[in-house]
């Protein structure tokens, strides 16, 4: 398994910026065809709203919209002339006041997205949580990025979080393209709620004899359950082994559990300082 598809999530200009000298290089490294998505903001006017939305107001919002699209088309393809990368420019206009349905489409298609971590400052309104929707919706593995990560390597070492679940065996197997080309690999389970899983000292174990099979020797760690939070535990973890990627399942509970116990994929989402691996 490899990655041939590899899908770069261009809301803006920023984000531009941020992700192609990592997305780009993922897909020389994978010898991948990369595609660029921009979703141009729809005009949407909102009933109840006392002011009229005259042809001025949406000749501007037009040309705004376009330009912004012209300079992220520069980027992406100045980016993929620079690395040599097979690549595809695409530029949709959204549909519906939420820009998620066209990037989900579109992850349907890839064996791997790639976006920036959530930033509620900086993303579009019609963008906001696009990320959380490509984990739960999309079916296929999201690789999130810190902001300022730049071209730094990606997956030389390698955390896996573990625990008996859908979310965690789908990242796992996910997973695999980096795991293999991985200097360092660690499978770490953690005992959130005692007696919800199976026991968590030879789960471990366990799974490192599956990957094992693939060529990807891990080192195993069983974390009690203690003070600190399952995400937490988790970051604190690649810190101490300097991992250059953590991968997890995401949202692997109801809302009702994590509203009372947290919830390790909120944590790391927030505060994750790593590109981080998450499918569902």
Known sequence: MSYKTILACLT????????????????VRFDAHLTGLHTREAFVPYSGIAIAADEITIGDFSSRVSEEDRKIEKLFKAAADQTGCISEWRSQAARSPDAADELRESAIRSDLTVALFPDAERERFDQRGFQKDLVANSGRPLLLLPNDWGDQPIGTRVLAAWKPSREAARALHDGLPFLKDAAFAEVVTIEEHP???????TEGHEIARVLSRHGVTAEVRDIPDGEHPAGLCLLMEAASQQCDLLIMGGYGHSRLHRLIFGDASEHVLQEARIPVLMSS
């Open 195 to 201: 007696h919800t899983y199976a026991d968590t000292s």
């Open 12 to 27: 803006s200009e920023f984000a531009a910026r941020r992700l192609l000298p990592a997305a780009c290089g993922l897909a």
